[in-house]
């Protein structure tokens, strides 16, 4: 158990509509990441927060949004969905956003689209 | 822009024995980090053993340890004394830090043990 939660662990939803996924980082850590592992992308970056703020984002479509709250739980917003989002999302963390810390994996978000 | 490739879809190798996942990635820069992740079944993904590229000597974690080859742009795991636990879904990964600190995975070898 990384202490990175994620919720829903699985999640069915038609194409068209707008769903949330929910991460707690691990107890002190300021900073969280989002992946997206797909079948035909692979494991790919998708947006990073530190302490409330953006600080970097990857290949995240528009549809797609997040947010990192005081309490420090991130939400990745997922709208007009497509088939093709269907994925794994995973949420990581770490204490400070530098490279020396290591991420630790939420369990994801098993996400399937029909 | 960063790349990784595993060229070993699929591996496999009996209990006990002694098995190397290949790994190979392309960079300009001169200090990163390397990773190997291992995704078993239950779809968690563990760190396994990380490497940095400005130290020499391979890092090492009990029956895993690693072939880094800077100038090679290699970075190979080694699994000794192979458990039927370790039947898993490997990423190499890659990390240089700076403002995104984000990882870059390669494609994974899905490593089968046989009892």
């Known amino acids: 158990d990384s202490g990175v939660t994620q919720t829903p662990k699985h999640l069915i939803t038609a194409t068209g509509q707008r769903v949330t996924l929910r991460c707690s980082p691990r107890?002190?850590?300021?900073?969280v990441y989002w992946y997206q592992q797909s079948l035909d992308q692979g494991l790919q970056f998708l947006i990073q927060?530190?302490?409330?703020?953006?600080?970097a984002k990857g290949n995240i479509l528009e549809r797609f949004s997040a947010q990192q709250f005081p309490d420090l739980h991130s939400e990745l917003n997922l709208s007009s969905l497509e088939l093709g989002d269907s994925a794994l999302y995973f949420c990581?963390?770490?204490?400070?956003?530098?490279?020396?810390?290591?991420?630790?994996f939420g369990p994801g978000t098993r996400l399937t689209v029909t | 822009a960063q790349t990784v490739t595993q060229s070993q879809p699929e591996m496999s190798v009996q209990e006990a024995e002694t098995v190397t996942l290949s790994c190979t990635y392309d960079?300009?820069?001169?200090?990163?980090?390397l990773f190997w992740y291992k995704q078993p079944p239950s779809r968690q993904m563990i760190l396994v053993i990380r490497?940095?590229?400005?130290?020499?000597q391979n890092a090492t974690e009990n029956r895993f340890s690693v072939n880094f080859q800077k100038a090679a742009k290699s970075f190979s795991l080694k699994i000794s004394d192979s458990q039927l636990g370790d039947t898993a879904m490997y990423f190499c990964?890659?990390?240089?830090?700076?403002?995104?600190?984000?990882?870059?995975f390669g494609t994974g070898t899905l490593l089968a043990v046989q009892p």
């Open positions: 107890s002190g850590d300021l900073s």
């Open positions: 990581a963390s770490s204490v400070q956003p530098g490279v020396y810390y290591e991420q630790y």
């Open positions: 990964a890659f990390n240089h830090g700076g403002a995104t600190n984000k990882l870059i």
């Open positions: 490497q940095e590229a400005y130290k020499q």
């Open positions: 927060y530190y302490n409330g703020e953006e600080r």
């Open positions: 960079t300009s820069e001169s200090n990163y980090y």
